[in-house]
């Protein structure tokens, strides 16, 4: 990448430079990865791995960029210098060092020739600092400082949907939910993985709103699938129901049953309604430990309490559950749930569930349908 010329500044004058205003901006400095950093080419490296983070975020534009090179000697800029301060600062949970080294970057030379040139700070550093203050704050501490920002003679760009008040607090409650998962999850595995989705950018939510986009279509609730889909696009944000669904999925992949059923509640609890997708996830997750069939089965009539139907691979997955565990207990358990999804109008497809059960043991897949037929004939 190209940058503007500046034929009195040789590249080692520059590093130089780049090297006090990064000792300038970390001489209170705590953290262990930017402590790591002792010189320009450990600096320009790190800067590299921000850059990709960003890349491999849709950001490929705002990246080039904010690391576009101040001279022909493809020297760090200030911007980016004070940047990788600033988000360092942020995921390590030190939301004031955060704001302290913006506020730093405001007040400096570079921050005055911005304004004269028509400029203003780049995107990715006052959406770090919004991040952190979100994060640990209140909708009120966020308008504050956006408040402050503008005071200082610029507007954040409007294509960061994040500063929208239709959006903000939507945003701030996303961050937050992966902030305290890393901070009161006690779990070491799990806090492994929230934190690399907390420093990445955005946990599973992409990948999870594909999933749950086909999904729906799927489950025939094409109008939500199109919604999602649609306010993603427009918004830049990640619907709630997103982001707790990768939690409750995350759980499940390591084993941790307890966990997803805990981050279940918590949606709830959050006043985030689940949808077909959501409730498909943590019912066939649940069924998989014979432990907690019975709270598989709660899910599933809470899910038709909301007027979501279940496919047959949710409801086969209960029955199934049940009837793993050859007890005569368990199939009136089973037993009871279809006399309950009747009630709701609901009949269970026997043809369709002898599609989800193919490979099964002959004997289970018999006690299943069994346990269905029992009832359709009654």
């Not at 405001?106 to 780049?122: S, V």
């Not at 990715?124 to 504050?144: D, H």
């Not at 889909?229 to 997103?242: A, D, H, L």
Request: charged share 25%; with cysteine.
């Amino acid at each position: 990448m190209e940058g503007t010329s500046f034929p009195n500044s040789s590249a080692d004058g520059l590093k130089k430079h780049v090297m006090k205003v990064f000792e300038e901006a970390t001489k209170d400095c705590e953290d262990k990865v930017l402590k790591e950093i002792r010189d320009y080419d450990s600096l320009n490296k790190y800067a590299i791995q921000l850059f990709n983070i960003l890349a491999n975020n849709t950001l490929a534009e705002e990246a080039k960029e904010l690391f576009k090179p101040c001279s022909d000697s493809a020297v760090l800029p200030d911007v980016a210098v004070f940047t990788i301060v600033i988000r360092a600062y942020a995921y390590a949970g030190k939301t004031k060092a955060a704001l302290k080294v913006y506020q730093q970057m405001i007040a400096t030379g570079y921050f005055l020739e911005m304004l004269d040139k028509g400029m203003k700070p780049h995107s990715a550093s006052y959406m770090t600092v919004f991040n952190a203050i979100a994060c640990r704050e209140s909708v009120e501490k966020a308008r504050e400082f956006l408040e402050q920002i503008q005071a200082k003679g610029f507007t954040p760009e409007s294509k960061v949907h994040h500063f929208e008040e239709g959006h903000l607090t939507e945003a701030m409650n996303a961050m937050k939910l992966y902030d305290d998962l890393v901070n009161k999850t006690t779990d070491k595995k799990m806090q492994k993985v929230f934190r690399k989705w907390r420093t990445a950018g955005g946990g599973l939510a992409k990948k999870e709103s594909l999933e749950m986009f086909g999904a729906l279509i799927d489950d025939g609730y094409v109008d939500e699938a199109n919604e999602l889909f649609k306010r993603i696009c427009e918004t830049g944000v990640y619907p709630m129901v997103t982001n707790h669904t990768s939690v409750i999925q995350a759980y499940l992949k390591f084993g941790k049953t307890k966990g997803a059923l805990e981050a279940y509640r918590g949606m709830l609890a959050s006043g985030v309604a689940p949808n077909s997708y959501t409730y498909t996830v943590l019912i066939k997750g649940l069924t998989i430990d014979p432990n907690f069939c019975g709270d598989a089965k709660k899910c599933i009539l809470d899910m038709m309490d909301r007027g979501i139907r279940p496919n047959p691979a949710t409801y086969t997955a209960v029955i199934e559950g049940f009837a793993k565990q050859e007890d005569e207990a368990a199939e009136e358990e089973a037993k009871d749930l279809v006399d309950v999804m009747m009630s709701e109008g609901f009949v269970p497809n026997a043809k369709a569930m002898m599609e989800v059960l193919k490979g099964r043991p002959t004997p289970l897949i018999r006690r299943v349908i069994n346990i269905v037929l029992s009832k359709l004939k009654g």
